[in-house]
């Protein structure tokens, strides 16, 4: 299987506190995206980062990404209640094919 | 509204009895997509298309079929479905195949399969 992994596979944190969750994926990349969502419904897209770049910010939200270890990380910054979800990775490779590929995810619980 | 639908979203089945979700988006896009999502296992890619009658398979296409005739169409046959194809189905467009944009997700089907 080409899927990606993350970890922890479940974090449970206080409101206020930073939540941060990593990927790794096994083939080189275009770019890599992360994704929430909200107990079974449709993902939402949260941020982009391009295999030249090293880290993004948007928001309370921090990616960074190291192709050389295939691997990201996703920082939430003063976690809300709100950010309760499950967070994927997904990847689209060089391959030469429009694969996409997503991570096993990790479920966040952020207590009020 | 820029959207993906799906429908239906809720399907019980037996084995055997042939079914189609169909898959439907309002962007242009030409990037189409399904997904499986099972416990533990995240998403899963069935299938894709990268435009109107071009279409590729992804990590688990076995006993899945898709059509691309339309642009705005993306509609997932399962000819004999089995229990094992229990799970939640994901369509999803982006505007191209390659490129760096996000992929809009529909609503999700849930598929049970008895």
Redesign the interface.
Known sequence: SQQGEEDPQALSIQEGENATMNCSYKTSINNLQWYRQNSGRGLVHLILIRSNEREKHSGRLRVTLDTSKKSSSLLITASRAADTASYFCATDATSGTYKYIFGTGTRLKVLA | EAQVTQNPRYLITVTGKKLTVTCSQNMNHE?M?W?RQDP??????IY?S?NVEVT?K??VPEGYKVSRKEKRNFPLILESPSPNQTS?Y?C?SRPL??G?D???????T?LTVT
């Not at chain 2, 996000?102 to 609503?107: L, V, W």
């Open positions: 990037y997509s997904y533990g296992l995240g998403l899963r890619q894709y990268m590729d992804g990590d939640l994901f999803a195949a390659g760096p996000e992929q809009y997700f529909g609503p999700g849930r």
